[in-house]
């Protein structure tokens, strides 16, 4: 009698698990024992079942040990439960069992598919790259309606990671739903406030570590998770420039999930491909936010601003990447001269100083600057606090609701006009029926009127925005007003009020400085407002 030393082999994807109670792993096993003892001529001398892989490759650990146990000489013979539980991938799942095997000198039994290559007839030759082929589009079809399933989650907002993102925990009665996580959460909030303190991405990294601060990969691993990623080089993963940076631009911590960012070919090519950003799945509000969208967005502006600090400072000056030559519009750099024992700090045209021959050096004391912003600033919120009170007075005036009204008829006449276009565009059809107009004529008539329609579409939409733009920021309690008026009185500078008020500041030849403040477009609209009621007042 000829032995056939075995290698029991059993695979089970989690598409499978929860499908089939006789496709779980100890079935496989029972069921190749019990097969094996009614056969004296095998004999087991090895086995191994890769539980949550899937078929659709072979990159499996146990697949792997089989290969190298034949490749050895240890087992010449494969037993399983059958072909899908080999694989299913009928190209490779044919080569192995077809050719490979049987070069090799292996005997191949599928246990329930009574297939075995000791004893194949006509039948079962035929038989086994059909169920194969089965196998692989059983595969194809799951991997689809998988991927359909996700992605309707995606777009409605469910989060479908396995780990919940720094900041974040998952909802213990849903799981697709992120909650706040108050201890990482506030981690995130130091790192926004400490970028618009003036501090560096590399020098918020630092401080995190010093303080014993854990990144967010050994944070995940501190709380049990089995958490692994590329970026790790060193055995505990600490925080660097990189990590601050990628929070400090994830919109995540503003409530909106964006997911579907990377995919894969297909259900058999598993190399990762980045999606354009167009065909991200983007959901507003799918969370409560972490930080503030003024927060958010003045961090973003600060990223791309010159701010180094100087050697041994903890953050930057209160105008670091603010300050700008108001003839070239280049930046200007902060230098420093001695006399004697004082320190004299001053700003220079960037441009200037690398070239001689181009712009002039705009020269100015870093002292008397930040003295002129400081008394600007008080200067402007005074102005936004009275202009608010103008404004009150204005929307009182008849002239204000007047001028309301015509901003809504002249909406309306464009509104009048994009139905009429339309009607004209709809009409088309019933004169092409009718015969009044031709195939060809039907087609221009219809591609000129319907590139009109869009047209004033377009412009009624612009003018909608507008009218509610300037009704917004006109109103008294506007958000940009508040924003200002809360800030009071200020007795001196910090990188922190500066960043909050301040667009940038231009400097002239001879000293003269003008301050571009934030939300200048919004204070110019309602100057222009509170003027122009007065003067029809009067």
């Not at 082929?133 to 595969?139: Q, R």
């Not at 006009?417 to 009044?436: F, I, M, P, V």
Request: some cysteine; glycine content about 6%.
């Amino acid at each position: 009698m000829e032995f056939f030393y075995c290698y029991g082999y059993g695979r089970l994807s989690r598409e499978d698990g929860g499908k089939l109670e006789s496709d779980s792993i100890k079935n496989q096993r029972d069921l190749i024992h019990d097969y094996v003892a009614k056969h004296p001529e095998l004999k087991l001398v090895m086995e191994g079942y890769d539980d949550g892989y899937t078929g659709t490759n072979f990159d499996r650990p146990h697949f792997q040990e089989m290969m190298a146990a034949i490749e050895a000489g240890k087992v010449n013979c494969v037993i399983v439960k059958d072909l899908s539980r080999f694989g299913r991938n009928h190209i490779d799942g044919g080569r192995y069992i077809a050719k490979l095997f049987p070069s090799l000198g292996v005997r191949f039994i599928a246990i329930n598919d009574s297939y075995d290559t000791a004893h194949l007839d006509s039948a079962s030759s035929f038989i086994m790259p059909v169920k194969n082929l089965f196998n692989d589009s059983f595969c194809r079809d799951t991997s689809e309606k998988i991927r359909s399933h996700l992605d309707v989650k995606r777009r409605n907002g469910d989060f479908i990671g396995s780990f919940a993102p720094f900041g974040y925990a998952k909802d213990a009665d849903d799981k697709n739903r992120l909650v706040i996580d108050p201890d990482a959460a506030q981690v995130v909030r130091e790192i926004f406030a400490r970028r618009i303190a003036g501090q560096s991405c590399k020098a918020i990294a630092d401080e995190l570590n010093s303080m014993g601060v854990l990144s967010p990969m050994e944070y995940k691993r501190a709380r049990g998770m089995n958490y692994k990623s590329g970026y790790s080089v060193h055995g505990k993963a600490l925080w660097a420039a990189v990590t601050v940076r990628r929070i400090l631009r994830n919109e995540l911590y503003l409530g909106v999930l964006e997911q579907g960012k990377r995919t894969t070919p297909n259900y058999k090519v598993k190399t990762v491909v980045e999606r354009p950003p167009e065909d991200w799945m983007r959901v507003e509000n799918s969370h409560e936010a972490i930080v503030s969208r003024e927060d958010f967005e003045l961090a973003a502006r600060l990223m791309d601003r010159d701010t180094r600090m100087a050697p041994g400072a903890r953050a930057v000056y209160p105008l670091a990447g603010l300050v700008c030559c108001g003839d070239c519009m280049g930046p200007m750099a902060r230098k420093t001269s001695t006399y004697g024992k004082k320190a004299y700090a001053y700003y220079i045209c960037a441009a200037h100083r690398e070239n001689k021959s181009v712009c002039s050096p705009h020269s100015v004391s870093e002292t008397k600057l930040e003295a002129a912003v400081l008394e600007g600033i008080n200067l402007h919120i005074q102005t936004v606090v009275e202009l608010s009170r103008a404004l009150e007075a204005a929307n009182r005036r008849p002239m204000r609701q007047v001028k309301a009204g015509q901003m809504e008829s002249r909406l309306n006449i464009l509104r009048g006009e994009l139905a009429k276009k339309q009607a004209t565009r709809d009409s088309l059809y019933r004169r092409y029926a009718a015969g009044e107009i031709t195939r060809e004529d039907f087609y221009e008539f219809k591609r000129i009127f319907t590139q009109d329609c869009e047209d004033v579409e377009r412009a009624v939409e612009a003018h909608q925005r507008q009218m509610d733009e300037l009704l917004a920021n006109t109103a008294p309690d506007s958000p940009w007003i508040e924003h200002f008026r809360r800030f009071g009185h200020l007795d001196g500078l910090t990188r922190d009020n500066v960043v909050r008020l301040v667009d940038r500041v231009l400097v002239y030849e001879g000293g003269r400085a003008e301050i571009v403040f934030r939300y200048q477009e919004q204070f110019e609209q309602a100057m222009a407002v509170v003027q122009a009621s007065f003067r029809e007042a009067v």
